[in-house]
């Protein structure tokens, strides 16, 4: 059986937080590589998951680790998400209203001004 593909590229985004794009699978094999990624979570932090195909629950128990370390932090974790399997995943587990997300960057940035570090703690339903 082939190995699956997974790559991240940091860059800045327009407000000069750094993003995470991945591609491929987040699965057991990659989740190691994003909590390495996501390790500073002292400024926000921007997560493009637009190009992964697949995601599994070790992909989400590293996105909540992160979103733990950025809020005790006081920073933000975000995500952009599409409109595929990701998102579909994150409505279904519920964990949609757990994150800032979008389906694209230019929805983030809009929905973003002026509300720098939600959600809360206070703010999550879980």
């Not at 500073?40 to 590293?62: H, N, Q, R």
């Amino acid at each position: 059986m082939p190995q699956a593909s997974f790559a991240a590229a940091v860059t800045s985004g327009n407000g000069g937080e750094r993003v995470v794009s991945l591609t491929g699978d987040l699965d057991i094999s990659s989740s190691p590589v994003l909590d390495d990624l996501l390790q500073d979570l002292s400024e926000p932090v921007t997560v493009d998951m637009t190009g992964l195909s697949f995601i599994d629950s070790s992909g989400l128990s590293a996105l909540l680790r992160s979103h733990d370390r950025a809020s005790a932090a006081g920073s933000q974790l975000s995500l952009i998400v599409g409109s595929g399997p990701v998102r579909r995943l994150l409505e279904v587990t519920g964990l949609d209203s757990h994150f800032y997300t979008e389906h694209t960057e230019s929805d983030l940035e809009e929905r973003s001004e002026g509300v720098i570090g939600w959600p809360s703690t206070e703010d999550l339903p879980i």
